[in-house]
């Protein structure tokens, strides 16, 4: 259910938002206990991993298409007569894909919970939440500061929810055990972008750079994406996971929150096509051994993996 919103636009150019906010249950955030300072962890001078396209299934393509272009900000880098390639900063973020005889999957069942896409600067990121305040008031969610990050949660029109955050430096992260760790405190979403939106620097990149998923079984998520794909534990409770390489907090969030027990995805459902993966070769190759040691299905064409995960969720492995 969305939060209750008002607006109202002042004689100057500040946008004023009075809103109902709540903070997410304990069970809907991503939060470990604080712990104080440590000596940062080295960070790889190349990275091993990075995020890529997301896929996603669409009813209604013009709409879906107009909301990421005009209101998201994402540049249509093509087009053909039922998909969008949507992107920024010289790489496609988001692709969007008609289907006219899909559904959409329950509530309850193993799917997208956010894609999440990252932001260089604190004014791109104020001013594109207060462009999508201003144009959509009703798909906003909430904001928390996560420690790391400091993040703004919509849904787009067909209920995928997207979280637009920006990464703090991190000599400002807290660490526990040599991992990053993360809790959620309430940011004041009108003073945000007050501060930010209009200040006199340049402006940031974008990239996308997490996704969380909702799936059937933590312990099942384990072993798939940590030893499968060979991501790192970061943090692990019974009904959440995160998982990275390179010293992140997250590439991947994994909960039980309303899908625990869930099976595998009903098939031609709205939501999460893929998701692209991009390993240095070494890793590939590894990953690729482990398929076949564990005998799990995939194909492999152009240098490129496709897999499921144990909830069928598709995604697309490729090298650097």
């Known amino acids: 259910m969305y939060k209750s919103i008002i607006i109202s636009l002042l ?24 712990t104080s300072n440590v000596t940062i962890p080295p960070v790889p001078t190349e990275p091993t991993i990075e995020m890529w396209i997301v896929e996603l299934s669409v009813a209604e393509l013009a709409k879906m298409r107009d909301f990421y272009s005009e209101v998201v900000w994402l540049d249509i880098l093509g087009s053909t ?23 959409r999957p329950p509530q309850w069942e193993a799917w997208l919970y956010h894609l999440a896409i990252t932001h260089t600067s604190r004014k791109t ?14 798909l906003y969610q909430w904001s ?4 790391a990050t400091e993040a703004f949660y919509f849904a787009d029109p067909e209920g995928n929810w997207l979280e637009f955050y920006y990464d703090k430096p991190r ?4 660490y526990q055990d040599g ?3 993360m809790w959620s405190t309430y940011i004041d979403t009108l ?17 996308m750079w997490h996704v969380h998923l909702k799936v059937g079984s933590i312990d099942e998520a384990v072993k798939f994406y940590r030893d499968i794909l060979l991501f790192e534990v970061m943090s692990k409770e019974s009904t959440a996971l995160f998982v990275s390489r390179d010293g992140y907090h997250h590439h991947l969030g994994l909960n039980t929150w309303e899908s625990l027990g869930s099976k595998k995805r009903t098939a031609n459902t709205y939501g999460l096509r893929s998701y692209e993966l991009k390993y240095t070769e070494a890793l590939y190759e590894k990953i690729r051994r482990n398929l076949d040691t564990a005998k799990i299905p995939y194909t492999e064409s152009d240098s ?17």
Not at 81 to 103: F, H, K, P, Q
Not at 125 to 138: D, H, N, Q, S
């Open 179 to 181: 991992k990053p760790v």
């Open 304 to 320: 490129t993996l496709r897999v499921d995960d144990p909830w069928w969720n598709t995604i697309k492995i490729r090298q650097f």
């Open 191 to 207: 003073a945000y972008i007050k501060r930010y939106a209009d200040m006199p620097v340049s402006e940031g990149t974008t990239s």
């Open 81 to 103: 007569a039922d998909t969008v390639y949507l992107w920024e900063g010289n790489r496609i973020l988001i692709s969007l894909r008609e289907e006219l005889n899909y559904t």
């Open 144 to 147: 928390s500061d996560h420690t």
């Open 125 to 138: 990121l104020a001013a594109r939440v207060r462009t999508i305040l201003t144009k959509t008031p009703e």
């Open 171 to 174: 000599t400002e992260w807290q």
């Open 11 to 34: 004689i100057s150019s500040t946008l004023l938002i009075s809103c109902s906010e709540q903070t997410p249950t304990a069970t809907q955030t991503e939060t470990i206990v604080k």
